[in-house]
């Protein structure tokens, strides 16, 4: 597997570490959690980095063990992985989870739209992956944006600012203050998952924990969230391949 070497963050408290696995360079973050009751390892939705999880009682002697017992499995894991695709003419990537066919329209004028199952990107080519990227970001601000509205009036909530972000952690999140933060990405997923991310982040304007209360009114919010989180934990690292 190659070498680890190991670098504490005074701040963090974790260990980042480097791994190679099958020529390919890795590094691996080590958190430790009070609640976690075994070592558990996971490949970052990036797909370029390592997470191990970790009790606080176990050496760093164990955890680099285990890591070391994990290659033959990071390395199928990672041949596994679905391939990038770029953003490009003639590519077809999910909008609201139906299929769309990427246009090249150099003579054009009208920026981007979509039309008949297509995505139509005018300009230069070179600019093609931005334009589309801009109007995807645009389009998520708008169906998240309605959908906060429409889920905070049925509570009697305000939200705060909405900001959109391209995290591969979380799908949404929502601050003390009620700012509510979301992944463009979420627009390239089906609706109801975009539904569903955004109720979830409302519900927190109630409800800041994740207590039953709170699982409550998200279900007052949509019906089918535990579908929808079934969704995101299968496929929704897949959103990540696009642009």
């Not at 695709?85 to 004028?109: C, K, T, Y």
Request: proline content about 6%; hydrophobic content about 40%; aromatic content about 6%.
């Amino acid at each position: 597997m190659g070498r680890l070497v190991s670098v504490c963050s005074a701040r963090s408290m974790t260990l980042a570490r480097s791994v190679t696995v099958d020529g390919r360079a890795l590094p691996v973050t080590l958190r430790r959690n009070a609640r976690s009751c075994r070592l558990s390892l996971r490949i970052d939705p990036s797909g370029e980095r390592l997470v191990v999880v970790a009790p606080p009682h176990v050496s760093e002697r164990l955890i680099l063990d285990f890591v070391q017992d994990k290659e033959e499995w990071v390395a199928r894991q990672l041949a596994s992985q679905p391939q990038p695709v770029p953003f490009a003419d003639g590519v077809i990537f999910p909008l609201l989870g139906e299929p769309q066919r990427i246009v090249h329209r150099p003579d054009a004028r009208r920026g981007v739209w979509a039309e008949d199952g297509a995505v139509h990107v005018s300009g230069q080519v070179e600019h093609l992956p931005r334009r589309l990227t801009d109007w995807l970001k645009a389009r998520a601000r708008e169906e998240i944006g309605t959908r906060v509205q429409t889920h905070a009036a049925t509570l009697g909530v305000r939200p705060g600012r909405i900001t959109l972000r391209d995290t591969r952690t979380r799908w949404g999140s929502c601050s003390h203050k009620g700012d509510l933060s979301f992944s463009w990405r979420l627009v390239l997923a089906p609706v109801n998952i975009v539904n569903y991310v955004a109720a979830h982040e409302v519900a927190h304007l109630s409800v800041f924990d994740h207590s039953p209360k709170f699982w409550a009114v998200v279900a007052r919010l949509v019906e089918d969230h535990e579908q929808a989180q079934s969704w995101l934990k299968q496929k929704g690292s897949g959103l990540h391949r696009y642009g």
